[in-house]
């Protein structure tokens, strides 16, 4: 007998959220996000900035690059599955595409992801304090 197809019912598939991020020189903050996106549901799908969006969005080149950064997120025990960013016009497509529930992210971007409200849940949550990869690079810089 075929399955029966529950792709148009949301309780019968796994509940997916989906985060964004550079996630270089990975942090107790980027690890406290991801377990918390996580715990929002049975899947975690991330996308990890490619190389040329990160030097587009933040001014540099990342100290690790989008295939290390991939290897390193997709090493975790709570994420389920990796993909690369390649650009910030996408955000809806790569929503649909992966099926996800639930978009989750650091509250520095708060309301900068409305935008997508009608199609997923989105969730804020508060940043860790006092930790991040460019503060860790400078912190390295300066004390080496
Ligand atoms: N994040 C967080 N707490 C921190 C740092 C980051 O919750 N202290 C979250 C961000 O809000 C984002 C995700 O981790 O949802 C990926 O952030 P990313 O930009 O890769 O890390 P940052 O450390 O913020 O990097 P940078 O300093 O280069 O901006």
């Not at 199609?119 to 860790?136: A, D, G, H, I, W």
């Amino acid at each position: 007998m075929p399955a029966a197809d529950t792709s148009a019912d949301p309780a019968a598939r796994p509940r997916t959220v989906i985060t964004f991020g550079t996630f270089d020189v990975l942090h107790v903050g980027h690890i406290r996000i991801l377990k918390r996106a996580a715990a929002l549901g049975d899947r975690l799908v991330v996308g990890v900035s490619a190389d040329a969006l990160n030097e587009k969005k933040k001014g540099r080149a990342p100290v690790f690059s989008q295939d290390e950064r991939v290897e390193i997120v997709s090493s975790l025990a709570f994420v389920d599955e990796v993909f690369v960013e390649e650009s910030l016009e996408l955000k809806r497509d790569y929503i649909v595409e992966h099926r996800a529930d639930v978009l989750a992210m650091g509250d520095d971007w708060k309301g900068r992801f409305d935008f997508v409200s009608d199609l997923c849940e989105v969730v804020y949550f508060p940043r860790t304090p006092s930790v991040s990869t460019t503060e860790l690079i400078e912190h390295i810089a300066n004390t080496a």
